[in-house]
Protein backbone atom coordinates (compact mmCIF):
# COMPACT_ATOMS: atom_id res chain seq x y z
CA UNK A 1 0.00 0.00 0.00
CA UNK A 2 1.17 3.79 -0.94
CA UNK A 3 1.14 5.70 1.75
CA UNK A 4 -0.35 9.16 0.27
CA UNK A 5 -1.09 10.87 3.21
CA UNK A 6 0.34 11.21 7.07
CA UNK A 7 -0.47 12.69 9.62
CA UNK A 8 2.05 13.02 12.99
CA UNK A 9 0.94 14.04 15.91
CA UNK A 10 -1.26 17.43 14.88
CA UNK A 11 -2.05 19.58 16.95
CA UNK A 12 -3.68 23.21 16.96
CA UNK A 13 -5.53 25.55 19.44
CA UNK A 14 -7.65 28.76 19.22
CA UNK A 15 -8.18 31.13 21.37
CA UNK A 16 -11.65 32.00 22.25
CA UNK A 17 -12.77 35.76 22.49
CA UNK A 18 -14.95 36.67 25.22
CA UNK A 19 -18.08 36.40 23.02
CA UNK A 20 -16.89 32.83 21.95
CA UNK A 21 -15.95 32.07 26.05
CA UNK A 22 -19.45 32.48 26.37
CA UNK A 23 -20.87 30.91 23.21
CA UNK A 24 -19.17 27.64 24.11
CA UNK A 25 -20.19 28.23 28.15
CA UNK A 26 -16.28 27.59 29.15
CA UNK A 27 -13.83 30.17 31.10
CA UNK A 28 -10.58 29.03 28.98
CA UNK A 29 -8.93 31.56 26.64
CA UNK A 30 -7.49 28.37 24.79
CA UNK A 31 -9.71 25.81 22.62
CA UNK A 32 -7.77 23.14 21.71
CA UNK A 33 -9.45 22.19 18.97
CA UNK A 34 -7.08 19.28 17.32
CA UNK A 35 -5.05 17.37 19.84
CA UNK A 36 -2.22 14.77 18.86
CA UNK A 37 -3.70 13.91 15.77
CA UNK A 38 -1.99 11.11 13.89
CA UNK A 39 -3.06 8.59 11.04
CA UNK A 40 -1.85 7.97 7.42
CA UNK A 41 -4.41 7.39 4.04
CA UNK A 42 -3.15 5.16 1.26
CA UNK A 43 -3.40 5.34 -2.38
CA UNK A 44 -6.91 4.42 -3.59
CA UNK A 45 -8.70 4.59 -0.19
CA UNK A 46 -11.75 6.36 0.98
CA UNK A 47 -10.90 7.35 4.45
CA UNK A 48 -13.47 8.30 6.79
CA UNK A 49 -13.02 11.31 9.23
CA UNK A 50 -16.28 10.78 11.42
CA UNK A 51 -17.44 13.15 14.31
CA UNK A 52 -20.31 15.60 16.15
CA UNK A 53 -20.00 18.60 15.16
CA UNK A 54 -16.82 20.89 16.82
CA UNK A 55 -15.22 17.69 17.40
CA UNK A 56 -11.86 19.27 15.03
CA UNK A 57 -12.43 17.61 11.49
CA UNK A 58 -12.82 20.86 9.92
CA UNK A 59 -9.92 22.11 11.87
CA UNK A 60 -7.69 19.19 10.75
CA UNK A 61 -9.17 19.20 6.83
CA UNK A 62 -8.21 22.81 6.56
CA UNK A 63 -4.33 22.02 8.32
CA UNK A 64 -4.23 19.68 5.63
CA UNK A 65 -5.08 22.15 2.84
CA UNK A 66 -2.77 24.59 3.55
CA UNK A 67 -4.95 27.23 4.82
CA UNK A 68 -4.29 27.63 8.27
CA UNK A 69 -1.02 26.25 10.14
CA UNK A 70 -0.39 23.87 12.88
CA UNK A 71 0.66 24.46 15.66
CA UNK A 72 2.77 21.08 16.43
CA UNK A 73 2.99 18.06 14.72
CA UNK A 74 3.26 17.65 10.49
CA UNK A 75 1.50 16.31 7.51
CA UNK A 76 2.87 15.19 4.82
CA UNK A 77 1.26 14.77 1.23
CA UNK A 78 3.02 12.44 -1.14
CA UNK A 79 6.04 13.33 0.96
CA UNK A 80 5.61 17.15 1.08
CA UNK A 81 5.37 18.95 4.50
CA UNK A 82 1.86 20.97 4.77
CA UNK A 83 4.09 23.21 6.76
CA UNK A 84 7.39 23.66 4.28
CA UNK A 85 6.25 22.82 1.02
CA UNK A 86 2.77 24.40 1.47
CA UNK A 87 2.45 25.28 -2.96
CA UNK A 88 3.91 21.46 -3.72
CA UNK A 89 1.19 20.12 -1.53
CA UNK A 90 -1.22 22.79 -2.41
CA UNK A 91 -0.89 21.07 -6.26
CA UNK A 92 -1.05 17.64 -4.86
CA UNK A 93 -4.27 18.47 -3.13
CA UNK A 94 -8.36 19.27 -3.91
CA UNK A 95 -10.57 20.59 -1.25
CA UNK A 96 -13.97 21.23 -1.01
CA UNK A 97 -15.58 22.22 1.47
CA UNK A 98 -18.57 24.57 2.04
CA UNK A 99 -16.40 27.32 3.22
CA UNK A 100 -14.72 27.81 -0.39
CA UNK A 101 -17.19 29.33 -2.53
CA UNK A 102 -17.10 30.52 -6.23
CA UNK A 103 -17.89 33.77 -7.67
CA UNK A 104 -21.29 34.25 -8.63
CA UNK A 105 -20.33 36.51 -11.22
CA UNK A 106 -18.96 33.87 -13.63
CA UNK A 107 -20.14 30.90 -15.20
CA UNK A 108 -18.68 27.43 -14.94
CA UNK A 109 -17.01 27.94 -18.13
CA UNK A 110 -15.28 30.65 -16.99
CA UNK A 111 -14.27 29.36 -13.65
CA UNK A 112 -13.00 26.27 -14.89
CA UNK A 113 -10.34 28.30 -17.04
CA UNK A 114 -9.08 30.41 -14.33
CA UNK A 115 -9.17 27.56 -11.76
CA UNK A 116 -7.13 25.98 -14.44
CA UNK A 117 -4.40 28.60 -14.99
CA UNK A 118 -4.14 29.08 -11.29
CA UNK A 119 -3.38 25.30 -11.31
CA UNK A 120 -0.92 25.61 -13.86
CA UNK A 121 -2.97 22.99 -15.79
CA UNK A 122 -2.35 23.38 -19.40
CA UNK A 123 -4.71 24.14 -21.98
CA UNK A 124 -5.06 21.29 -24.08
CA UNK A 125 -5.39 19.18 -20.57
CA UNK A 126 -7.74 21.74 -19.49
CA UNK A 127 -10.28 21.55 -22.26
CA UNK A 128 -9.99 17.68 -22.11
CA UNK A 129 -10.87 17.21 -18.50
CA UNK A 130 -13.45 20.07 -18.92
CA UNK A 131 -15.08 18.49 -21.45
CA UNK A 132 -14.85 15.14 -19.48
CA UNK A 133 -16.14 16.39 -16.27
CA UNK A 134 -18.61 18.73 -17.25
CA UNK A 135 -20.27 15.80 -19.24
CA UNK A 136 -19.94 13.83 -16.42
CA UNK A 137 -21.88 16.26 -14.22
CA UNK A 138 -24.45 17.61 -16.53
CA UNK A 139 -22.14 20.67 -16.38
CA UNK A 140 -22.52 21.59 -20.65
CA UNK A 141 -26.52 22.83 -19.99
CA UNK A 142 -25.36 25.49 -17.66
CA UNK A 143 -21.73 25.96 -18.27
CA UNK A 144 -22.56 29.45 -19.90
CA UNK A 145 -25.37 30.14 -16.58
CA UNK A 146 -23.58 32.48 -14.18
CA UNK A 147 -22.52 30.59 -10.65
CA UNK A 148 -25.16 32.96 -8.70
CA UNK A 149 -27.89 31.89 -11.02
CA UNK A 150 -27.33 27.75 -10.26
CA UNK A 151 -29.49 25.80 -7.97
CA UNK A 152 -27.62 24.37 -5.14
CA UNK A 153 -27.20 21.25 -6.83
CA UNK A 154 -25.89 22.66 -9.61
CA UNK A 155 -23.70 24.88 -7.45
CA UNK A 156 -22.30 22.01 -5.55
CA UNK A 157 -21.29 19.66 -8.47
CA UNK A 158 -19.37 23.15 -10.36
CA UNK A 159 -17.91 23.18 -6.88
CA UNK A 160 -16.73 19.75 -6.90
CA UNK A 161 -15.67 19.82 -10.49
CA UNK A 162 -13.44 23.01 -10.06
CA UNK A 163 -12.02 21.51 -6.61
CA UNK A 164 -10.26 18.09 -9.38
CA UNK A 165 -9.73 20.95 -12.73
CA UNK A 166 -5.94 19.87 -11.26
CA UNK A 167 -6.42 15.87 -11.07
CA UNK A 168 -5.42 15.70 -7.77
CA UNK A 169 -3.78 12.89 -6.08
CA UNK A 170 -5.47 13.52 -2.52
CA UNK A 171 -9.05 15.11 -2.66
CA UNK A 172 -10.67 16.00 0.64
CA UNK A 173 -14.59 16.38 0.98
CA UNK A 174 -15.72 18.35 4.03
CA UNK A 175 -19.52 17.31 4.16
CA UNK A 176 -19.78 16.69 0.35
CA UNK A 177 -23.63 15.69 0.29
CA UNK A 178 -24.59 18.39 2.59
CA UNK A 179 -27.66 20.15 1.47
CA UNK A 180 -28.20 18.24 -1.68
CA UNK A 181 -31.02 16.39 -2.71
CA UNK A 182 -31.14 12.72 -3.42
CA UNK A 183 -30.41 12.93 -6.86
CA UNK A 184 -27.31 15.20 -6.75
CA UNK A 185 -26.15 13.43 -3.54
CA UNK A 186 -26.36 10.04 -5.73
CA UNK A 187 -24.20 11.53 -8.40
CA UNK A 188 -21.91 12.97 -6.32
CA UNK A 189 -21.30 9.46 -4.22
CA UNK A 190 -21.22 7.45 -7.47
CA UNK A 191 -18.20 10.08 -8.42
CA UNK A 192 -16.32 9.64 -5.74
CA UNK A 193 -16.78 5.46 -5.88
CA UNK A 194 -15.21 6.56 -9.64
CA UNK A 195 -12.20 8.25 -7.92
CA UNK A 196 -11.25 5.67 -5.75
CA UNK A 197 -11.56 3.20 -8.68
CA UNK A 198 -9.13 5.70 -10.63
CA UNK A 199 -6.47 5.22 -7.51
CA UNK A 200 -7.22 8.48 -6.15
CA UNK A 201 -6.98 8.89 -2.04
CA UNK A 202 -10.04 10.53 -0.41
CA UNK A 203 -10.37 12.28 2.93
CA UNK A 204 -14.50 12.27 3.43
CA UNK A 205 -15.40 14.31 6.21
CA UNK A 206 -18.66 13.84 7.54
CA UNK A 207 -21.36 13.19 10.50
CA UNK A 208 -23.70 11.09 8.67
CA UNK A 209 -23.03 7.25 9.33
CA UNK A 210 -24.76 6.10 6.13
CA UNK A 211 -22.41 7.37 3.85
CA UNK A 212 -19.43 6.22 5.74
CA UNK A 213 -20.28 2.88 5.50
CA UNK A 214 -21.56 3.27 1.27
CA UNK A 215 -18.35 4.75 1.14
CA UNK A 216 -15.42 4.95 3.16
CA UNK A 217 -12.45 2.01 3.39
CA UNK A 218 -10.89 2.91 6.74
CA UNK A 219 -12.62 5.10 9.70
CA UNK A 220 -11.20 7.51 12.33
CA UNK A 221 -13.66 8.25 14.52
CA UNK A 222 -12.63 12.08 16.42
CA UNK A 223 -14.20 13.26 19.70
CA UNK A 224 -12.83 16.13 20.96
CA UNK A 225 -9.93 16.99 18.77
CA UNK A 226 -8.80 13.55 19.22
CA UNK A 227 -8.46 9.89 17.49
CA UNK A 228 -10.68 7.73 19.86
CA UNK A 229 -10.62 4.69 16.97
CA UNK A 230 -8.64 3.82 13.81
CA UNK A 231 -9.91 0.83 11.53
CA UNK A 232 -10.85 -0.38 8.81
CA UNK A 233 -15.04 -0.21 8.08
CA UNK A 234 -15.44 -3.74 8.95
CA UNK A 235 -13.06 -3.91 12.09
CA UNK A 236 -15.25 -1.14 13.21
CA UNK A 237 -18.83 -2.86 12.60
CA UNK A 238 -18.14 -6.51 13.59
CA UNK A 239 -20.40 -6.30 16.56
CA UNK A 240 -22.34 -3.20 16.42
CA UNK A 241 -23.20 -1.05 13.18
CA UNK A 242 -21.83 2.17 12.86
CA UNK A 243 -23.51 4.27 14.57
CA UNK A 244 -23.96 2.27 18.06
CA UNK A 245 -19.86 1.95 17.69
CA UNK A 246 -19.71 5.77 17.83
CA UNK A 247 -22.08 6.61 20.50
CA UNK A 248 -20.79 4.04 22.61
CA UNK A 249 -17.20 5.31 22.00
CA UNK A 250 -18.41 8.76 22.54
CA UNK A 251 -20.12 8.30 25.99
CA UNK A 252 -16.84 6.29 26.95
CA UNK A 253 -15.26 9.28 25.92
CA UNK A 254 -16.89 12.51 27.06
CA UNK A 255 -18.84 11.51 29.92
CA UNK A 256 -22.41 12.03 28.36
CA UNK A 257 -24.99 9.83 28.40
CA UNK A 258 -26.83 10.02 24.79
CA UNK B 1 4.49 36.05 -13.49
CA UNK B 2 1.56 34.25 -14.96
CA UNK B 3 -0.45 34.28 -12.08
CA UNK B 4 -0.49 38.06 -11.49
CA UNK B 5 -2.02 38.54 -15.34
CA UNK B 6 -4.58 35.41 -14.31
CA UNK B 7 -5.46 37.60 -11.16
CA UNK B 8 -6.20 40.51 -13.77
CA UNK B 9 -7.44 38.80 -16.15
CA UNK B 10 -9.90 37.77 -13.54
CA UNK B 11 -10.66 41.21 -11.69
CA UNK B 12 -11.18 42.90 -14.91
CA UNK B 13 -13.76 40.37 -16.05
CA UNK B 14 -15.44 40.77 -12.58
CA UNK B 15 -15.27 44.33 -13.07
CA UNK B 16 -17.03 44.61 -16.23
CA UNK B 17 -19.07 41.76 -15.19
CA UNK B 18 -20.68 44.54 -13.21
CA UNK B 19 -22.39 47.27 -14.48
CA UNK B 20 -23.50 49.30 -11.30
CA UNK B 21 -19.53 49.32 -10.34
CA UNK B 22 -18.47 50.77 -13.80
CA UNK B 23 -20.76 53.68 -13.38
CA UNK B 24 -19.90 54.11 -9.51
CA UNK B 25 -16.22 54.48 -10.96
CA UNK B 26 -17.08 56.89 -13.81
CA UNK B 27 -19.55 59.05 -12.54
CA UNK B 28 -17.33 61.64 -10.43
CA UNK B 29 -15.87 62.43 -13.87
CA UNK B 30 -19.65 63.14 -14.92
CA UNK B 31 -20.19 65.00 -11.63
CA UNK B 32 -17.53 67.12 -11.82
CA UNK B 33 -18.27 68.29 -15.48
CA UNK B 34 -21.87 69.37 -13.78
CA UNK B 35 -20.69 70.49 -10.49
CA UNK B 36 -17.71 72.67 -11.64
CA UNK B 37 -19.60 74.17 -14.27
CA UNK B 38 -22.02 75.74 -11.84
CA UNK B 39 -19.30 76.51 -9.72
CA UNK B 40 -18.09 78.90 -12.43
CA UNK B 41 -20.80 81.29 -11.82
CA UNK B 42 -20.57 81.53 -8.71
CA UNK B 43 -16.45 81.59 -8.47
CA UNK B 44 -14.59 84.49 -7.13
CA UNK B 45 -11.63 85.59 -5.47
CA UNK B 46 -11.55 84.84 -2.13
CA UNK B 47 -7.65 84.80 -1.33
CA UNK B 48 -6.64 86.54 1.28
CA UNK B 49 -3.58 89.44 1.24
CA UNK B 50 -1.03 90.15 3.79
CA UNK B 51 -2.79 92.88 5.48
CA UNK B 52 0.39 95.31 5.33
CA UNK B 53 1.38 94.42 1.93
CA UNK B 54 1.72 97.75 0.02
CA UNK B 55 0.75 96.78 -3.92
CA UNK B 56 3.63 97.86 -5.90
CA UNK B 57 1.61 99.90 -8.41
CA UNK B 58 2.96 102.33 -11.82
CA UNK B 59 1.27 105.65 -11.72
CA UNK B 60 0.37 107.99 -14.78
CA UNK B 61 -0.45 111.62 -14.22
CA UNK B 62 -2.13 111.17 -10.78
CA UNK B 63 -3.80 114.95 -9.60
CA UNK B 64 -1.38 116.60 -7.08
CA UNK B 65 -3.79 116.31 -4.10
CA UNK B 66 -4.02 112.52 -4.53
CA UNK B 67 -0.03 111.96 -5.23
CA UNK B 68 0.61 111.60 -1.19
CA UNK B 69 -1.92 109.36 -0.38
CA UNK B 70 -0.93 106.76 -3.31
CA UNK B 71 2.37 106.97 -1.39
CA UNK B 72 1.33 106.21 1.70
CA UNK B 73 -0.79 103.38 0.71
CA UNK B 74 1.24 101.69 -2.89
CA UNK B 75 4.60 101.43 -3.55
CA UNK B 76 5.34 103.21 -6.36
CA UNK B 77 7.55 101.83 -8.81
CA UNK B 78 9.10 103.54 -12.07
CA UNK B 79 8.85 102.28 -15.85
CA UNK B 80 10.03 103.59 -18.72
CA UNK B 81 6.70 103.29 -20.64
CA UNK B 82 3.26 102.25 -19.60
CA UNK B 83 3.25 99.75 -21.79
CA UNK B 84 6.36 98.33 -20.20
CA UNK B 85 4.30 98.70 -17.16
CA UNK B 86 1.46 96.75 -18.38
CA UNK B 87 3.49 94.17 -19.16
CA UNK B 88 5.14 94.09 -15.91
CA UNK B 89 1.76 93.52 -14.40
CA UNK B 90 0.59 90.73 -17.16
CA UNK B 91 4.47 88.74 -15.71
CA UNK B 92 3.61 89.78 -12.21
CA UNK B 93 6.41 91.69 -11.10
CA UNK B 94 4.08 94.76 -10.57
CA UNK B 95 0.21 94.88 -9.22
CA UNK B 96 -1.60 97.41 -10.83
CA UNK B 97 -1.37 100.33 -13.62
CA UNK B 98 -3.54 103.44 -12.88
CA UNK B 99 -3.54 106.00 -15.27
CA UNK B 100 -5.43 109.83 -14.98
CA UNK B 101 -6.18 111.12 -17.68
CA UNK B 102 -3.94 114.48 -18.33
CA UNK B 103 -6.91 116.49 -18.20
CA UNK B 104 -8.49 114.96 -14.56
CA UNK B 105 -7.98 117.88 -12.75
CA UNK B 106 -9.82 120.29 -15.33
CA UNK B 107 -12.69 117.78 -16.50
CA UNK B 108 -13.78 116.41 -13.30
CA UNK B 109 -17.07 117.36 -12.04
CA UNK B 110 -18.15 118.17 -15.35
CA UNK B 111 -20.57 117.10 -17.80
CA UNK B 112 -17.67 114.49 -19.47
CA UNK B 113 -16.12 113.44 -16.35
CA UNK B 114 -12.47 111.84 -16.22
CA UNK B 115 -12.54 107.97 -16.61
CA UNK B 116 -9.56 106.63 -14.43
CA UNK B 117 -7.91 103.32 -16.06
CA UNK B 118 -7.52 100.87 -13.82
CA UNK B 119 -5.14 97.81 -15.00
CA UNK B 120 -4.48 94.91 -13.35
CA UNK B 121 -4.22 90.93 -13.23
CA UNK B 122 -6.65 88.71 -12.23
CA UNK B 123 -4.62 85.67 -11.94
CA UNK B 124 -2.32 87.52 -9.18
CA UNK B 125 -4.23 88.23 -5.62
CA UNK B 126 -1.78 91.10 -4.82
CA UNK B 127 -2.92 92.08 -8.26
CA UNK B 128 -6.33 91.93 -7.41
CA UNK B 129 -6.24 93.51 -4.00
CA UNK B 130 -4.05 96.64 -5.35
CA UNK B 131 -7.04 97.36 -7.70
CA UNK B 132 -9.35 96.45 -4.84
CA UNK B 133 -7.65 98.79 -3.09
CA UNK B 134 -7.37 101.72 -5.84
CA UNK B 135 -10.81 101.78 -6.41
CA UNK B 136 -11.87 101.52 -2.90
CA UNK B 137 -9.63 105.14 -2.47
CA UNK B 138 -11.18 106.91 -5.55
CA UNK B 139 -14.56 106.16 -4.52
CA UNK B 140 -13.87 107.99 -1.19
CA UNK B 141 -12.97 111.35 -3.06
CA UNK B 142 -16.34 111.21 -4.97
CA UNK B 143 -18.02 108.94 -7.52
CA UNK B 144 -19.94 111.07 -9.29
CA UNK B 145 -16.98 113.35 -10.60
CA UNK B 146 -14.81 110.48 -12.65
CA UNK B 147 -15.34 107.18 -13.93
CA UNK B 148 -12.76 104.62 -13.17
CA UNK B 149 -12.34 101.91 -16.28
CA UNK B 150 -15.45 103.05 -18.17
CA UNK B 151 -13.28 102.99 -21.61
CA UNK B 152 -13.53 99.84 -23.27
CA UNK B 153 -10.14 98.89 -22.68
CA UNK B 154 -8.72 95.30 -21.13
CA UNK B 155 -8.12 96.03 -18.31
CA UNK B 156 -7.39 92.79 -16.76
CA UNK B 157 -3.95 92.22 -17.85
CA UNK B 158 -3.95 88.52 -17.01
CA UNK B 159 -3.79 85.91 -19.88
CA UNK B 160 -5.62 82.80 -19.92
CA UNK B 161 -2.40 80.99 -19.23
CA UNK B 162 -2.09 82.91 -15.70
CA UNK B 163 -5.76 82.45 -15.15
CA UNK B 164 -5.74 78.82 -15.85
CA UNK B 165 -2.23 77.96 -14.03
CA UNK B 166 -3.45 79.62 -10.83
CA UNK B 167 -6.47 78.47 -10.63
CA UNK B 168 -5.56 74.77 -11.55
CA UNK B 169 -2.67 74.54 -9.41
CA UNK B 170 -4.80 76.00 -6.23
CA UNK B 171 -7.82 73.21 -6.60
CA UNK B 172 -6.20 70.06 -8.94
CA UNK B 173 -4.35 68.26 -6.45
CA UNK B 174 -7.18 68.77 -3.56
CA UNK B 175 -9.55 67.78 -6.40
CA UNK B 176 -7.91 64.78 -7.79
CA UNK B 177 -6.92 63.27 -4.68
CA UNK B 178 -10.47 63.53 -3.41
CA UNK B 179 -11.61 61.78 -6.82
CA UNK B 180 -9.01 59.19 -6.98
CA UNK B 181 -9.69 58.05 -3.45
CA UNK B 182 -13.10 57.88 -4.18
CA UNK B 183 -12.62 56.02 -7.34
CA UNK B 184 -10.13 53.92 -5.10
CA UNK B 185 -12.82 53.34 -2.27
CA UNK B 186 -15.63 52.36 -4.76
CA UNK B 187 -13.51 49.42 -5.74
CA UNK B 188 -10.78 47.85 -3.51
CA UNK B 189 -13.14 46.93 -0.49
CA UNK B 190 -15.47 45.19 -2.64
CA UNK B 191 -12.61 42.92 -4.56
CA UNK B 192 -11.01 42.24 -1.01
CA UNK B 193 -12.88 42.23 1.50
CA UNK B 194 -15.76 41.49 -0.48
CA UNK B 195 -13.92 38.23 -1.73
CA UNK B 196 -13.24 37.45 1.75
CA UNK B 197 -16.43 37.98 3.43
CA UNK B 198 -17.80 35.87 0.35
CA UNK B 199 -15.44 33.04 0.54
CA UNK B 200 -14.10 33.08 -2.90
CA UNK B 201 -10.63 34.40 -1.23
CA UNK B 202 -9.86 30.85 0.71
CA UNK B 203 -10.51 29.44 -2.69
CA UNK B 204 -7.83 31.25 -4.05
CA UNK B 205 -5.96 30.38 -1.47
CA UNK B 206 -6.05 26.87 -1.77
CA UNK B 207 -4.16 27.27 -4.99
CA UNK B 208 -0.40 27.19 -5.26
CA UNK B 209 -0.56 31.24 -6.44
CA UNK B 210 2.24 32.99 -4.59
CA UNK B 211 0.92 35.26 -1.87
CA UNK B 212 2.72 38.03 -3.86
CA UNK B 213 1.17 37.45 -7.31
CA UNK B 214 -2.01 37.66 -5.40
CA UNK B 215 -1.47 40.88 -3.85
CA UNK B 216 0.08 42.17 -7.30
CA UNK B 217 -2.51 41.22 -9.40
CA UNK B 218 -5.20 42.75 -7.26
CA UNK B 219 -3.41 45.88 -6.72
CA UNK B 220 -2.27 46.44 -10.52
CA UNK B 221 -6.07 45.69 -11.51
CA UNK B 222 -7.29 48.06 -8.79
CA UNK B 223 -5.18 50.91 -10.22
CA UNK B 224 -7.01 50.71 -13.48
CA UNK B 225 -10.15 50.35 -12.38
CA UNK B 226 -9.51 53.51 -10.02
CA UNK B 227 -7.22 55.34 -12.62
CA UNK B 228 -10.52 54.84 -15.19
CA UNK B 229 -12.16 57.48 -12.72
CA UNK B 230 -9.52 59.28 -12.19
CA UNK B 231 -8.98 60.03 -15.61
CA UNK B 232 -12.92 60.47 -16.57
CA UNK B 233 -12.45 63.41 -13.82
CA UNK B 234 -9.85 65.05 -15.07
CA UNK B 235 -11.85 64.92 -18.36
CA UNK B 236 -14.64 66.06 -16.52
CA UNK B 237 -12.25 69.25 -14.59
CA UNK B 238 -10.32 69.93 -18.68
CA UNK B 239 -13.85 69.95 -20.23
CA UNK B 240 -15.80 72.15 -17.32
CA UNK B 241 -12.30 74.51 -17.46
CA UNK B 242 -13.94 77.16 -19.35
CA UNK B 243 -16.93 77.23 -17.41
CA UNK B 244 -15.51 77.15 -14.15
CA UNK B 245 -13.42 80.40 -14.74
CA UNK B 246 -16.47 82.28 -15.77
CA UNK B 247 -16.10 82.91 -19.60
CA UNK B 248 -12.41 84.61 -18.82
CA UNK B 249 -10.82 81.52 -20.39
CA UNK B 250 -11.88 79.82 -23.14
CA UNK B 251 -12.38 76.12 -24.77
CA UNK B 252 -8.63 76.50 -25.48
CA UNK B 253 -7.36 76.23 -21.68
CA UNK B 254 -6.71 73.14 -22.12
CA UNK B 255 -3.83 73.83 -24.95
CA UNK B 256 -1.92 75.96 -22.27
CA UNK B 257 -0.53 72.50 -20.79
CA UNK B 258 1.69 70.63 -23.43
CA UNK B 259 1.68 66.95 -24.10
CA UNK B 260 4.61 66.56 -21.38
CA UNK B 261 2.58 68.37 -18.94
CA UNK B 262 -0.09 66.20 -19.32
CA UNK B 263 2.17 62.74 -19.19
CA UNK B 264 3.41 64.37 -16.06
CA UNK B 265 0.37 64.76 -14.25
CA UNK B 266 -0.65 60.98 -15.06
CA UNK B 267 2.68 59.74 -13.85
CA UNK B 268 1.42 61.41 -10.85
CA UNK B 269 -1.89 60.45 -10.81
CA UNK B 270 -0.87 56.59 -11.57
CA UNK B 271 1.71 56.77 -8.54
CA UNK B 272 -0.84 58.21 -6.10
CA UNK B 273 -3.68 55.91 -7.23
CA UNK B 274 -0.96 52.89 -6.37
CA UNK B 275 -0.64 54.64 -2.82
CA UNK B 276 -3.90 54.79 -2.34
CA UNK B 277 -5.67 51.65 -3.69
CA UNK B 278 -3.05 49.93 -2.28
CA UNK B 279 -3.32 51.43 1.68
CA UNK B 280 -7.10 50.85 0.83
CA UNK B 281 -6.48 47.69 0.01
CA UNK B 282 -4.53 46.69 2.93
CA UNK B 283 -7.37 48.11 5.20
CA UNK B 284 -9.86 45.92 3.39
CA UNK B 285 -7.67 42.93 3.61
CA UNK B 286 -7.44 43.51 7.70
CA UNK B 287 -11.37 43.92 7.21
CA UNK B 288 -13.99 41.50 8.05
CA UNK B 289 -16.67 42.62 6.12
CA UNK B 290 -16.89 45.34 3.04
CA UNK B 291 -18.79 47.32 5.25
CA UNK B 292 -15.77 46.75 8.10
CA UNK B 293 -13.33 47.73 5.45
CA UNK B 294 -15.80 51.08 4.03
CA UNK B 295 -16.35 51.77 7.97
CA UNK B 296 -11.82 51.58 8.51
CA UNK B 297 -10.60 53.11 5.28
CA UNK B 298 -12.96 56.56 5.87
CA UNK B 299 -10.19 58.43 8.27
CA UNK B 300 -7.80 57.62 5.10
CA UNK B 301 -9.90 58.89 2.93
CA UNK B 302 -10.00 62.26 4.83
CA UNK B 303 -6.15 62.03 5.66
CA UNK B 304 -6.00 61.91 1.71
CA UNK B 305 -8.44 64.76 0.77
CA UNK B 306 -6.11 66.33 3.59
CA UNK B 307 -2.92 66.39 2.60
CA UNK B 308 -4.23 67.29 -1.13
CA UNK B 309 -5.84 70.69 0.46
CA UNK B 310 -2.81 71.35 2.37
CA UNK B 311 -0.96 71.86 -0.93
CA UNK B 312 -2.86 74.82 -1.16
CA UNK B 313 -1.37 76.39 1.52
CA UNK B 314 1.97 76.26 0.00
CA UNK B 315 1.04 78.50 -2.29
CA UNK B 316 3.33 77.39 -5.38
CA UNK B 317 6.63 78.27 -2.41
CA UNK B 318 7.78 74.42 -1.23
CA UNK B 319 10.40 75.14 1.17
CA UNK B 320 12.54 72.26 0.76
CA UNK B 321 12.55 69.63 -1.88
CA UNK B 322 12.44 67.25 0.74
CA UNK B 323 9.00 67.73 1.00
CA UNK B 324 8.13 65.73 -2.22
CA UNK B 325 9.16 62.88 -0.35
CA UNK B 326 5.62 63.22 1.67
CA UNK B 327 3.35 60.81 0.27
CA UNK B 328 0.69 61.86 -1.11
CA UNK B 329 1.41 65.72 -0.37
CA UNK B 330 4.60 65.47 -2.11
CA UNK B 331 2.53 64.39 -5.19
CA UNK B 332 -0.10 67.29 -4.59
CA UNK B 333 3.11 69.54 -4.72
CA UNK B 334 4.56 68.30 -8.13
CA UNK B 335 1.11 68.32 -9.75
CA UNK B 336 0.25 71.90 -8.50
CA UNK B 337 3.76 73.10 -10.16
CA UNK B 338 3.41 71.47 -13.03
CA UNK B 339 -0.15 73.19 -13.08
CA UNK B 340 1.35 76.83 -12.53
CA UNK B 341 3.97 76.04 -15.15
CA UNK B 342 6.66 76.04 -12.56
CA UNK B 343 7.76 72.43 -12.56
CA UNK B 344 10.52 71.52 -10.32
CA UNK B 345 12.26 68.50 -11.80
CA UNK B 346 13.58 66.95 -8.94
CA UNK B 347 10.84 67.28 -6.46
CA UNK B 348 8.51 65.57 -9.37
CA UNK B 349 11.10 62.79 -9.55
CA UNK B 350 10.78 62.04 -5.84
CA UNK B 351 7.65 62.47 -5.10
CA UNK B 352 7.32 59.53 -7.50
CA UNK B 353 9.41 57.25 -6.18
CA UNK B 354 8.50 58.14 -2.74
CA UNK B 355 5.25 57.02 -4.23
CA UNK B 356 6.42 53.82 -5.66
CA UNK B 357 8.96 52.68 -2.54
CA UNK B 358 5.31 53.35 -0.23
CA UNK B 359 3.21 50.95 -2.66
CA UNK B 360 5.82 48.32 -2.86
CA UNK B 361 6.08 48.20 1.11
CA UNK B 362 2.13 48.06 0.97
CA UNK B 363 2.42 45.10 -1.89
CA UNK B 364 4.65 43.20 0.66
CA UNK B 365 2.38 43.89 3.75
CA UNK B 366 -0.45 42.77 1.65
CA UNK B 367 0.75 39.64 0.81
CA UNK B 368 1.84 38.63 4.19
CA UNK B 369 -1.59 39.71 5.51
CA UNK B 370 -2.67 36.95 2.81
CA UNK B 371 -0.42 34.58 4.60
CA UNK B 372 -2.24 34.87 7.90
CA UNK B 373 -4.74 32.90 9.27
CA UNK B 374 -5.58 35.54 11.96
CA UNK B 375 -6.01 38.06 9.26
CA UNK B 376 -7.50 36.12 6.67
CA UNK B 377 -9.84 33.86 8.77
CA UNK B 378 -10.83 35.11 11.91
CA UNK B 379 -14.61 35.14 12.43
Known sequence: MTEILKVENLKKSFNLSRKQQKLEKTYQKVKVAVNDLTFSAYKGEIFGLLGPNGAGKTTTLRMLATLIKPDGGNAFIDGKSIINEENEVRRKIGFLTSELKLEDFFTPNYLFGFFSELYGVDKTTAAQRRQVLFSKFGIDKFAEVKFGNLSTGMKQKVSLVISIVHDPELIIFDEPTNGLDVLTAKVVTDFLEELRAEGKTIILSTHIFSLVEKLCDRVGIIINGQLIALDTLENLTKEKNLEDTFFELYEKTTGDRI | ?379
Open chain 2, 1 to 379: MKNIFTIIKKEFSRFFKDKRMVITVLLPGLLIFAVYSLMGTVFSGMESVDENYKPKAYIVAAPQNLEETFSSILEITEKPSLEEAKKAVTEGELDIVVVFPSDFSQTIGTATPPDVKIFYNSAERNSVYGYTFVTAVLGQINTSAFTVNAASDKFDLATGRDITGNLMSTIMPMLMFALLASGCIAVAPESIAGEKERGTMATMLITPIRRVELALGKIISLTCFALLSGISSFLGVILSLPKLMGGMVGAEAAAFYSVGDYFMVLAIIISVVLVIISAFSVVSAYAKSVKEAGSLISPLMILVIVLGMATMFFAGNVPHVAIYIVPLLGSGLAMSSIMSFSVNPLGFALSIISNLVITAAFVVLLAFMFKSEKIMFKK
